[in-house]
Each structure stands twice: as structure tokens, then as C-alpha cells.
């Protein structure tokens, strides 16, 4: 299992917001919007602003959608995939909160360079469009409901 959380860590990609709240606050309503997105969370570090969701399952037509599945011309047969979030709150000058949000995607499939890779699971790039939509779900909840 280290091996796979390591992988995923080498795929991923960074989206920003700034959200007018304290940062305890904004805390509070992400975990309220990653639950209510049908997330589990798995930690959470008040100390540290740090959330991660639990490794989700997705289907072959999401995996298309939130990550590049196109990999070295190579001709990989992907079934399905899964995500873990990863979301880091700070503080920021205004009085605000940062909040940061990554996706690490594997995607599992058949190569036709099997003989260079001793396992099913691919690290895959984000398209940004699962933290896009994460964080537009938080904008919407944390910014109008203060």
C-alpha cells in the first residue's frame, strides 16, 4: 500500500481558492462540502489546516474525465481508476483562508509494455477537473454562508 500512496503523490495537480473566512470556519465547511460530495475523510489536522479523503473507487468514464489518460504512445486498456483528495487550509494576510486542493489519480490498466511495468496501476495527471469542482462546491457553500 506504501508503494501505491507513493505513486499517486508523483501524479497530481494544485488548485487555489481564497475563501473570507477563519480558517477554523473554512475547515469546518469543507469537511461539510467533501462529506456532502459523497467524500470520506480519513484525516484531519486542525493543527496543521491538513484534510485527505479516503481512496475512491471510479468508474472507466470518470477516470477519462478527471485525469490524462494518454500515456508515452503507449496503448494502455484502462477499466477503472481511484482518487485520494488532499486539501492544506492557511491562513492568509487578509484575514482569510487559502484553501488548496489536490487529487492523486491512479488509473488501472493492461500495456502493451507490460515487460517495463510490474504493475497494473498507472499514476495519472489530473486534468484539474475534479479540484475544479471541489472547489467550486466550496466557493459556492463557504463564501455565501458566513
Known amino acids: 500500500m506504501l508503494e501505491l500512496v507513493l505513486l499517486a503523490t508523483l501524479a497530481s495537480t494544485e488548485l487555489t481558492i481564497q475563501v473570507d ?16 460530495q459523497g467524500e470520506s475523510i480519513i484525516r484531519i489536522d486542525e493543527a496543521q489546516g491538513l484534510m485527505l479523503s479516503g481512496m475512491r473507487l471510479i468508474s472507466l468514464e470518470t477516470l477519462h ?8 504512445k503507449a496503448t494502455i486498456r484502462w477499466t477503472k481508476g481511484i482518487y485520494q483528495l ?26 502493451d509494455l507490460r515487460s ?7 499514476p495519472l495527471p489530473s486534468t484539474g477537473h475534479l479540484e475544479a ?6 466557493t459556492a457553500s463557504c463564501q455565501t454562508h458566513p
Open 21 to 36: 473566512r477563519p480558517l477554523p470556519a473554512t475547515l469546518r465547511c469543507v469537511e461539510a462540502v467533501l462529506i456532502d
Open 65 to 72: 474525465q478527471i485525469a490524462a489518460t494518454n500515456r508515452m
Open 86 to 111: 488532499s486539501i492544506a487550509l492557511s491562513h492568509n494576510e487578509q484575514g482569510g483562508t487559502l484553501v488548496r486542493t489536490t487529487a492523486r489519480i491512479l488509473g488501472y490498466g493492461e500495456s
Open 116 to 122: 517495463m511495468r510490474p504493475s497494473p496501476w498507472w
Open 133 to 138: 469542482g471541489i472547489l467550486a462546491a466550496v
